[in-house]
């Protein structure tokens, strides 16, 4: 069976197992199979797939019938341009994370240049931002490569995450600069205190178990629970991270969080003016209010 062959008859087979997305599925799965990129497939379409690749195909696509996510099946995710390592211990990175790391930077570089006025030397902040539920690594690891000079501590209450987000620093040349360590949020297990932070960055579990039913099969059976469900309500884990991160912060530091489409109201109300100001509510590319950013108050 020739490469364009099997594209073809993938994209059929998906798309009457009512998979969405059926050629972009179809031809992760064949460049998986095929170890080959997008170029390839389409440039040698003719080439003759081995019998490894053919029974290998086959599998995948037997696997993504049955609802497991693509990048489950090829282990692999694209993040901010960089190439992430995933499985089912981590929540697979989405494009609307991207939208607090970019909340992040902005931040960042705004301090710096302001920053840059007032002393003679423009290079002397340093950062220290907790990546709060780390997961793949994918927000920190992000920030890391974009600020040389920062110090990142990567959070998360799952050992078996904290093992992949640390093959995910390594693979992309920034594991020296992160710290991973088991926590409850921004309580290490250690029983050791954190450093004072500037920064902490957070994308919690914010679905309620109530709309449990509501979510696509592809995150409700295989993600992990504990990274997409938060309670009763959603707002459970913002509840106790957001008076956790009043105490963290340094005087003036930031708290950048990613919103599910129903907490904004509830996560406001906890936004007290007594800790917090400077509260920015930023939506994404749909228009829904994605991220909170603010400001402890000095």
């Known amino acids: ?14 798309e009457k197992g009512g998979v969405p997305s059926p050629r972009l599925n179809a031809e992760v799965l064949l460049m998986h199979a095929a170890r080959c990129d997008r ?18 195909y086959g599998l995948y696509l037997r696997e993504r019938l049955q609802v497991k996510p693509a990048q489950y099946i090829t282990g692999h995710q694209e ?11 981590v929540l697979i990175p989405r494009p609307e994370t991207e939208l607090a790391v970019e909340a992040a930077l902005q931040i960042i570089r705004r301090r710096d240049s ?8 423009p ?3 340093e950062w220290t931002i907790a990546d709060v539920g780390a997961g793949s690594g994918c927000i920190g690891i992000a920030l890391a490569t974009e600020l040389p000079k920062a110090r990142v501590i990567a959070l998360d209450q799952s050992p078996q995450a904290l093992e992949t987000a640390r093959a995910n620093a390594r693979r992309l040349g920034v594991e020296p600069r992160i710290t991973f ?24 579990p914010y679905v309620s178990e109530r709309d449990r039913q509501n979510v696509m099969p592809e995150v409700r059976d295989f993600e992990p629970p ?53 509260v920015q509510w930023l939506p994404d590319l749909a228009g829904i209010t994605r991220v909170v950013t603010a400001r402890r108050v000095q």
């Open 123 to 125: 290079e002397r902040t």
């Open 226 to 278: 504990a990274a997409v469900f938060a309670g009763k309500s959603g707002l459970e884990i913002y509840s106790r991270l957001i008076p956790q991160a009043a105490q963290a912060l340094r005087s003036g530091g930031y708290l950048v969080l990613e919103l599910g489409y129903d907490v904004v109201e509830g996560v406001r109300g906890l936004l007290s003016p007594t800790h917090w100001d400077s």
């Open 39 to 56: 170029a390839h497939l389409f440039v040698h379409g003719e080439r003759e797939l081995t019998d490894s690749e053919r029974v290998h």
């Open 1 to 14: 069976m020739r490469l364009k062959e099997a594209l073809e008859q993938g994209i059929e087979l998906l």
């Open 114 to 121: 302001e920053n840059s006025e007032r002393t003679e030397d």
């Open 181 to 204: 360590l088991l926590s409850d949020l921004l309580t290490p297990c250690s029983g050791e205190p954190l450093p004072p932070l500037q920064m902490i960055v957070s994308n919690p």
């Open 79 to 89: 993040f901010w341009g960089l190439d992430f390592l995933v499985n089912p211990s």
